[in-house]
């Protein structure tokens, strides 16, 4: 942000809650997008437990950022180009008399999102048996053409949804989908896909949406410089604590990306009017303990800043959010396996220049 003092510090406490906020949600989605796999898309089941309403809206927008293919959040597909997608609920099947009476009402209505809860009374007693005699219904009908299958929102889901496929196989459902709920995180996901768990799909909700365990991102907003007579001088805060001492300056990041593989090295910050000649090696150093240092060579550079606002015009459109969510993805891609593991990761190194 460069701007004059007061106007910086009028929308300090906006940037501050609207990118702090959705970093956080974007990321914790992140990981639990990268848990679930290839082939088991993620929703965001999280609006009735986010921290208010606005929360919940942004937040759902964060999830779709993070890799989300949809959103329980309604107003989220009138306010970008997402989908809202959900399942039947307990209380819509405890309002009929049966529950498989629930499940050809649903059935009725909903023939091309045919996800039926199979664990209302008894999931495998009840709920699954029901749920193949609409579906064999709705197949001799004609009408079972687009996606169909349970929900499991209780009990052992490795050994349910084991179970459950088995059972749709024998049944001939070979393509029924079997998503699973309930209080799942990035660690839990991690933990079904290694017991064997047969899940095609997973609803997540509050360890998602609340950013569970970690309860705010401490992203700062400080000045780093002042311009007086059409002349930038440094500022620096200094602290007791060496991490919250600031990095004078007025400033840019680059991100390094090796020539032979196209993987990202490390990210760095400069000064603004710093000049990186790609075809020389370079050394870079650690933010905080300057005495760690790596000299990179054999690299291309990607400016990530750009501007959003130009003497008071707007200069950038702001991409569609699956579009977004496509860039994210794309850079996601770009990171070695070691920096994305869930426990005991890499770091990975977010230098300055000397």
């Known amino acids: 942000v460069k701007t004059n003092l007061i106007e910086a510090q009028i929308i300090e406490t906006a940037i501050l809650a609207i990118i702090n906020h959705q970093s956080l949600i974007a990321t914790k989605a992140s990981r639990i997008v990268s848990a679930a796999g290839t082939y ?52 819509f099947i405890m309002a009929f008399d049966s529950e498989l009476e629930a499940f050809r009402a649903y059935a009725k209505y909903n023939p091309d999102n045919l996800i039926l809860l199979a664990d209302t009374y008894d999931t495998l007693g009840s709920g699954i048996k029901n749920a193949i005699k609409v579906f064999n219904e709705e197949r001799e009908a004609g009408r079972l053409k687009g996606s169909y299958g349970i929900r499991l929102d209780s009990g052992d889901l490795t050994y349910l949804s084991v179970k459950a496929r088995e059972m749709f196989d024998e049944a001939g459902f070979e393509s029924a989908v079997i998503s699973a709920s309930n209080d799942l995180d990035e660690f839990i996901i991690s933990d079904l896909r290694n017991q064997g768990a047969k899940i095609g799909m997973y609803g997540v909700g509050t360890k998602m949406i609340t950013a569970d365990g970690t309860s705010a991102l401490g992203g700062v907003y400080k000045l780093a410089a002042i311009e007086r007579d059409g002349k930038l001088s440094p500022k620096i805060k200094v602290s007791n604590d060496p991490i919250k001492i600031t990095n004078p300056g007025y400033k840019k990041v680059l991100r390094f990306y090796d020539n032979l593989t196209n ?27 300057t005495w760690k240092k790596r000299t990179i060579e054999n690299f291309h550079v990607k400016e990530l800043l750009k501007p959003i606002f130009v003497d008071g015009k707007q200069v950038y459109n702001s991409p569609k959010l699956s579009e977004i969510r496509e860039n994210h993805m794309v850079a996601r891609s770009t990171f070695w396996p070691e920096f994305l593991r869930l426990i005991n990761p890499s770091e990975y190194h977010v230098d300055v220049s000397d």
Do not use: M, Q
């Open 263 to 289: 993987v990202a090295i490390a990210d760095l910050i400069t000064l603004n009017d710093e000049v990186i000649d790609d075809t020389k090696p370079l050394t870079i150093y650690h933010p905080v303990h």
């Open 40 to 91: 088991a898309p993620v929703l965001d089941f999280g609006l009735r437990r986010a921290h208010g309403t606005e929360a919940g809206l942004y937040g759902s927008r964060a999830c779709i950022i993070g890799g989300c293919v949809g959103t329980s959040n309604v107003e989220a597909e009138y306010k970008w180009d997402t989908v809202s997608k959900g399942t039947i609920s307990h209380a």
